[in-house]
Structure formats: C-alpha cells, structure tokens
C-alpha cells in the first residue's frame, strides 16, 4: 500500500481500506471518523442521509478494531462504513421509507442483507436517502457534481455519498432504474445483479417480480467486494432458489478464455437518448474496435421489445397498487401526485393483463439468450443522458426497464462525460446468473481501455 | 485424483468426491447411487436412516449434474449427498424428533443450516435417526462396529451412516454429549462449533444456552469443509452474533506459528472413565511427548468445576421441562420414563437456581481461559470407553458437559481402539471463537503422530 493520510481515509478505495485495517497501517475508528469530517463538509449541500447517528457509528467501529486485536478471522468488509437506502430494514435506525406515511419507523430486525453486512465486519454508518416509496418523487439528495442537478433516483442518497466520498459502499434497490440511473447520473460504478440473487427479506416490497437489490462503489473491485458478501441465497426470500454463490471477487481477475466480443443494443427507445450519449458512446466504441477490431458489433433487439416498456409499467403498477394499497388506503393526500397515479393506474390493471405481461419475461430471455449465445456482454447507455437539472424529478429509467425486466445483470460503469462535466454512464449488461462473468468482461473492457 | 470405481464413489472423503465432480470424473448421480447401494446394504442391521427418499435424492443430483454443465460457478458442497439428524427442519422430507409425538410432522420451511446446505449444492439425501427429542431414550440405529453396541446418542444415525460409509458428511446436535459422544462411538470425526456459531434457526429447542448443531466426516479435512459452511450469521437465531465466518479450510493447512502445547485434563468426573481409555490415552501422550518433548502437560481443573455437571443439569433440565411443555402436557404416557424424569425434575428447578446455574458460565469461561492463555488446546476423552453393549442406552455424555456448558469448540479424533475393536475418541478442545485454530492444532498433532 501507498502511504495515506488517516484523516482522509474516506477517499481510499474499500478494498484498499480493508488492506490497511488488516495489516494495522489504519483503524475502522480513524476511518469511520474520516468519513464524519467528510459528512460534516458536504452533508447541507448534498443531502445523501436521511438517518446517521456518529455515536452508533463510533461504536461499531471500536468493536471492530477491539475484535481485529483479538487475532480471529476478520471479514471482508471488516472496519468499512457503509450505507443503506432507507427502505432497507434497520434494528439500529429508523427505516422511514422516504415518506412522511412511515415517518419514525423503527424495525426491531435487521433486513437480512443487513445481517450479512455486519457478518462481514461492515459498519452501518446510517440510512441513505431514498425519493419516496423507493418510486419517483425526488427525496432532498442533490448530485454531488452539481447541486442543481438531480442525483437520480430512487437510491439517490447511496449513489451520492459514494460519488462525494462519505463512504466507499452502499446498497441500494432497482425495481426499474434505482440502482442504475442514480449511479450514471453520480459518475459512480453501480451493480444490479441478477434477478434473486440478493435477498430482499426486510426490504421494502414494490414488485416482488422485480424488485432487486444493488449496489455503489467508485471501482470494480469495490462492487465485487461487497456483491460476494450480499449474494447468498436466503429461504426467507421467496423469489431465491438454493444457487452457489457466484465468487465474483475470484473471477473477476482471472484471464479471459478468449477475446471478449459485445453487442452494442441502441433498443427500442433510442430515440429518447441525446444525442451527447450517442456521440460518446460511439466514440467509446471506435476507441475499442480501434484497439481489439471487430470487438463491438451493433445488434437490434427483435421487434417484440417494443411493447416491453408497457408489460414492466403493468406489472410495476399493479404491485405498487397492492402493495401500497395500506398507504394509499390511510395517507392517498400525503403521497405524492406521481405515486397516487401509478397506484390508480394499476388498479386498473387486470389480472389478466398482469399475467400476460410476465408470462413475456420468458420470451424476452429466451431473444436475449440468443444475445449471449454469440457476445460476451451487452454495451447500451446507462442513462439517456446526463443528470437532467432541476430536483423535482429523479430522470429517466427507460434505459434500465429491459434489464430490470429481464432480469440480466447490469453495471454502470462511468465512462462518459457531458459538455457541461457531468458524468454519463455506459451500461454493460450479462447474461442471467453469469453475474462474474459480467465483471471480467468489464474488466478486460477497461483494461483495452486504458491500455 | 487416483482412480476409483463410480461404484463405491461412497468409499471416497467429500474432499476427493468433490474434487472428482468439479473434474468431471464423477457426476452426482453416481454418487449418490453408490451411497444407496451401500445403504441396501446396510440399512437392515444399522437402521441410520428415519426418512430416505431415493427418487427426491437422485432427482437433486440431476439437477446438481445439470447445473454443473452450465459451467457456473459451483458451491463447495456441489453433489455431496448429506444426513440430517431428524430434528433438523426440512420442506422436502418429515421432521418428527425421535417420537410418536411428532408423527408424520411436515414442516414447510427449511432450517437456516439446511438452506445454507443448499446454497454450497449439498444433496440432502435423508434425515438420520435422532434419539427420543434428542435427549437419551435411544432410537433404531445400531453400531456399524458392532450392532450389539449402541452408536451413541442423541446424533445416532448421523454418526452410524458416516461411519458406515453410506454418505461422507452429516449434521446432528449437541446440548450435553450428542455429537462428540457417537462421533467417539462410531470411530468418526466429530465437530461442535463454539456455542452459537451454526444457526440453530428451525432446529428443535431443547435448552437455548446449551443447544449447539455439529457435524460428522470420516477426516478432518472434510469437518472443516462442511463447517465453513454452516459456520455463518444467522439474524433468526437470537443466540448469534455476527462475527465473521472462521475461514476453517483455509487455516487448516497453514503452518503453525510455533510447536503447540497441549493440556491433558482429567476433569472432575475422571473416575467414571474406563482403565482402557485412561491406558490408551497415556500411551498417546506418551508417543507425543517422545516425538516432541514437553508438548503435552496434565493441568487439573480448578476446583469449582466439580459443580458444573449439576449447574449443567438444572439448566438443562428446567430448559427441557420449558421447551417440552407442550409434549409433556399431550403425552406424557408416550414420553419415555428417562424423559419423563428429566421434565419432572426440571420443573423443581427454581429461577434463582437456574439464574445462579447460567451465571457460573462466566467463571469457569475464565478458569479455561487462563488454560487456552498457556496451552493450544485441551486434550481429554470424549467418553469414558467405547460403545457400551446394548441398545436401550447411549452411554454416558460425562466427559462432553463441560465442553458443551462452557461453549469451547471440540472435535472427536478416532485415535483409540478397545480390546474388542472398538473406537474410543480423544476429545480436543480449543478456546471459544478459536474454532479454526483448534482445527490446526488437531491436524499438527495428527501430524506428529503419522510422523
């Protein structure tokens, strides 16, 4: 390891954090406290936390280093502060939902994502923003690249406080485009994993068919990092089958067995993408086919995808209308506008409408399988575009729906810039269940890259 | 790998079978086929097994087999097939606890241990034979030393099927003796964690303080292999805290820092061991302390140990009278008398006995770590002899209370033999939370010894 200073640990990478608390060059309270002055600078223009507690947070951190002394086996995450989108359950904070209808909220058990963290030796430094109801309808997060530009959302607040270095870890959801979008728009790496490959026992249910849990960090290896400690199967997940642990940590360095080939997918709604994306992710692309030829090839989705926008609306809003019906029943005025539309919208959705559409899921993996038969990956947008300005929205997940619908896994990684500075994501998207895979083909795409 | 016949794939340690199945030389059908021959074999005259299913077995290697093509990444249990002591829950076989009672009892949730099983790819092959509510009145299972001898309990098929070679791994429980006792009986390798290390979440309670799940093997590679991994955090079980797994396997083969030191202790209840073991056990030491000198001392207990076999009692005791409440009340004429007797005096056991019998774990937690301070690990019996003949008892668990009172890990090592044959274990304890250590230490003095 370099030498850094202490008092800015915040800005090292987990994985380079956790070396320094093995070997004793760092303690898990010096860093803990690092991140709290970083906090402290840029929490009133940023808004990342909706709960944190500096005591609860101090305390962690002592057992840890008490427990490193003791010579037992550390964990992965050991000494780490990591934070956890406010729909996620909490023993030790309130769990507020981003809605005054949840206001003061207390678990009395952690969500077992949670119980795996703390398995692994993190420290849960607080609740991260989330915009209401893990939906649309913006909480108080600003981007941390510019404030008058949204994060993102839904997960804003665990996108920004890793883009703004208060911590190097968080966990977020994505039920279309939450883990996603708010990590293009906050220039941060973010993972989507499969379908049901981490539990979501504890977190909040808005379509059990879809909702996934994700995560942020500012590189690959920190997302592997933290992917390995959260994707164990747990009975307590219905939607979870008894699959091995995909070691992504492992495989992620390997060599590949062969030249990896991508299928750039522009999909059925490119022409919601500016043209600023467009012109940057062509260039990207011609930087690699320079470099590796015939590496990219430009693949169409078959014509089905085009009605794979609304079969997600309808079966997202149908489960939001059960799902929430106990908030619509009690608070409908205290919910925003967006939401109380969507719920109504998917009253109206029949069951026979909602079976439909997820009887196509099928049908779209098996178009995407064919996909994956011929490209390792699939390299299409993140975002249509930079953060839009303005914090009465969270922007546009259009580029996310396919991939949350299908449940592939996906990654943000933060390639692109906008003329005004803003980052831009480039999403490169796996094959169901081949999460590692995902991870060192987009490794050996950032090692052609910056070759 | 050597080569070996598909046939008696049962023969080989799940380390070997593991290794042949991720090299393609043996597919899990095969295996667990084999293990079924074997069982046809067996079955009649040693009575493992309470409930077996070959079609629902065979069905979970297929897909094992299946999965493995896919080229994912498999778990480290992949296509090993597993007992399960009958206490254990399971959603695809009965659970009924050694009794009439709980008859055709069908639980519809997987305990956290059998989904943890699942996850790593186990085969779970059938439940074994437990004793009456895992407490002493003996179930089917006969010695496959000697069918005249009882395996032990109350982990008796688990031990009697692993020892029989019908499968190399198997889970059972201890609250007094049950896993190292058959383990001593059976002539196998024993494991009992540290208290509160495998998730006792769907696990039938007996006494919460004491209740401890362990496992079965042939080696000790193959006990660290299946320790690590159901040695996980579980947030359902009350008892756990979420300290980072043990990483046995890899501590294992490591070199030790320095020659170990061993402790022989007699303990206060070294009377009631048989000449036999107490010769056989000298002999040993002496072997040891010819090869390296001074590498085992006889340290006495401190005095107030002498109490600790009745705190264990009342504890156990007025736990079982709790727990068995609902047992005793509906049929206590289909309880066996052993039972019955140990309910009734559990529930003369008064608050402040209980309380005063709990508190004393803290002291003589600290009498054995002055010992772990100086020495690596404890030797000692794991019971007065070997099997005793006949089938209406288990044999004594006395030389297992203290270990399983004070929550130090144990493993039974099948060093020892009887004049007729039969094994007799050696016990080695290791300080609490130090489970991996204990494992190095066991394989170091396993070492000198095959010097």
Redesign the interface.
């Known amino acids: 390891m370099d030498k850094f200073d202490p008092a800015v640990a915040n800005l090292l990478s987990a994985s380079d954090a956790r070396k320094a608390i093995e070997s004793g060059l760092l303690d898990s309270q010096e860093l803990v406290a690092a991140c709290f002055t970083r906090i402290d600078e840029l929490e009133d223009s940023i808004a990342a936390w909706a709960h944190l507690d500096r005591d609860q947070a101090m305390a962690q951190a002592r057992a840890a280093d008490e427990?490193r002394r003791s010579g037992?086996?550390?964990?992965p995450l050991?000494g780490l502060p990591i934070g956890i989108k406010d729909i996620i359950d909490t023993a030790d904070y309130p769990t507020e939902r981003g809605t005054v209808l949840h206001q003061g909220r207390q678990p009395t058990?952690?969500a077992?994502l949670?119980?795996?963290l703390?398995?692994?030796?993190a420290i849960i430094l607080g609740k991260t923003v989330s915009t209401e109801m893990a939906v649309y309808s913006p909480g108080k997060t600003r981007n941390p690249h510019n404030p008058e530009h949204t994060p993102g959302g839904s997960s804003s607040g665990s996108a920004a406080a890793v883009s703004a270095a208060m911590i190097a870890l968080s966990v977020g959801t994505q039920t279309n485009g939450s883990v996603i979008r708010p990590a293009s728009y906050c220039g941060v790496y973010g993972f989507k994993p499969s379908f049901a490959r981490i539990s979501c026992h504890g977190v909040l249910q808005q379509s059990p068919p879809l909702d996934t849990v994700g995560v942020f960090a500012r590189n690959l290896e920190d997302l592997a990092l933290i992917a390995d400690v959260l994707m164990?199967?747990?009975?307590?997940d219905p939607a979870m089958a008894?699959?091995?642990?995909?070691?992504i940590g492992k495989?992620l360095n390997q060599q590949v067995p062969a030249e990896q080939h991508f299928a750039f997918v522009r999909s059925p709604v490119w022409e919601q993408v500016e043209q600023e994306t467009k012109d940057g992710l062509r260039e990207l692309i011609d930087a690699v086919n320079e470099r590796r030829q015939k590496t990219v090839d430009i693949v169409d989705l078959p014509a089905p995808f085009a009605e794979l926008h609304e079969d997600h609306r309808k079966v997202m809003e149908a489960d939001l209308a059960r799902n929430f019906a106990d908030e619509y029943e009690r608070g409908k005025a205290e919910l925003s506008e967006v939401l109380r539309e969507m719920i109504e919208r998917g009253q109206q959705v029949s069951a026979g409408d909602y079976d439909n559409a997820l009887a196509k899921m099928l049908d779209y993996d098996a178009f995407l399988e064919e996909i994956f038969d011929e490209y390792d990956a699939i390299l299409t947008p993140a975002t249509p575009g930079p953060a839009p300005v303005g914090l009465d929205a969270t922007g546009s997940p259009v580029m996310n729906t396919i991939w949350t619908f299908c449940g592939t896994p996906a990654i943000n990684v933060p390639l692109l810039q906008s003329a005004e500075g803003l980052p831009i994501g480039v999403q490169v998207v796996g094959a169901k269940?081949?999460d590692?895979r995902l991870f060192r083909c987009t490794r050996w795409l950032l090692d052609i890259l910056n070759d």
Chains 1, 2 share one sequence.
């Open positions: 427990f037992l086996q550390i964990g050991h058990r952690d077992t949670v119980s795996l703390k398995e692994a030796g164990r199967f747990d009975g307590q008894p699959i091995a642990p995909p070691c495989v269940n081949d590692a």
